[in-house]
């Protein structure tokens, strides 16, 4: 049996440490891609995302690698935002995108049925649980399971107007429960959604209902706060 050159050999361990360097290191720089990501969204650019074509086929959505965190972070347009969402009990805040398609999940929430409005009927929000962060996307959802519905509130806005939820129900549900996007008969509610672990195990859902309405300006600098964390527009 012929020996394998040595300059050979070296290019080929040099190969196998480059990859495993890159397995290595491949969840934490998509950690930091999450938690440096502020977009800048403005009320303008909201309203021009709102005009944009959406996919909704929800249900299709698998869940997100490393990779893929990676690529969105360095191709996502801000000007697909249309608002934010933010929970603070449980430490999120993120853009919203109109549709699951594309690289939506991957960064932030997304609506998950077209012509959603904030604070009319049910406005379902969908996004990725991931290992690599117990604070990023939906994963507190998740890992907050101890706290469930205990009234914490909910916040939605466009920059113009501020919708405060108030939580109802915390729970899991199976993967085929699609009822949690139906319309609530006379509520005005929120609905907050994501795996439970694997897509296979189900969905955990955090629901809240409409309290509040103001306009941006009305609004406590608290609760801007919330939203002025994750938007670097400052709005």
């Known amino acids: 049996m012929k020996k ?3 300059v050979l050999a070296y290019v080929g361990l040099t190969i196998v440490l480059i990859i495993s360097l890159g397995l290595i290191f491949n969840q934490q720089i998509a950690k930091f891609a999450l938690e440096t990501y502020h977009p800048h969204v403005t009320s303008k650019s909201i309203q021009a995302a709102k005009q944009k074509p959406a996919s909704f086929d929800w249900q299709k959505v698998d869940s997100v690698s490393s990779t893929q965190i990676i ?8 000007a697909n ?3 934010y969402v933010a929970v603070p009990s449980m430490g999120i805040a993120l853009p919203i995108s109109a549709g699951t398609g594309g690289d939506n999940l991957a960064l932030g929430a997304a609506t998950v049925l077209p012509q959603q409005e904030m604070g009319t009927g049910n406005y379902v929000l969908a996004s990725h649980m991931v290992y690599i962060g117990k604070n990023l ?3 507190p959802l998740y ?6 519905a205990k009234g914490q509130k909910i916040y939605l806005t466009d920059l113009k107007h ?3 939820y108030t939580t109802t129900e915390y729970k899991v549900v199976p993967s085929t429960a699609v009822q949690i996007t139906n ?12 795996c439970n672990y694997t897509h296979n195990d189900g969905r955990v859902v955090l629901r809240g209902e409409l309290t509040k309405t103001m306009t941006w300006h009305e609004t406590s600098n608290k609760v801007k706060d919330y939203f002025k964390n994750q938007n670097n527009s400052g709005n």
């Open 162 to 164: 501020v919708y405060e």
């Open 137 to 139: 996307l939906f994963s």
């Open 71 to 78: 690529q969105a972070r360095f191709k996502t347009n801000d």
């Open 143 to 148: 890992y907050h399971k101890a706290q469930g």
């Open 4 to 6: 394998i050159p040595r």
């Open 81 to 83: 935002f249309i608002g």
């Open 183 to 194: 319309p609530v008969p006379g509520k005005k509610v929120i609905t907050l959604f994501t």
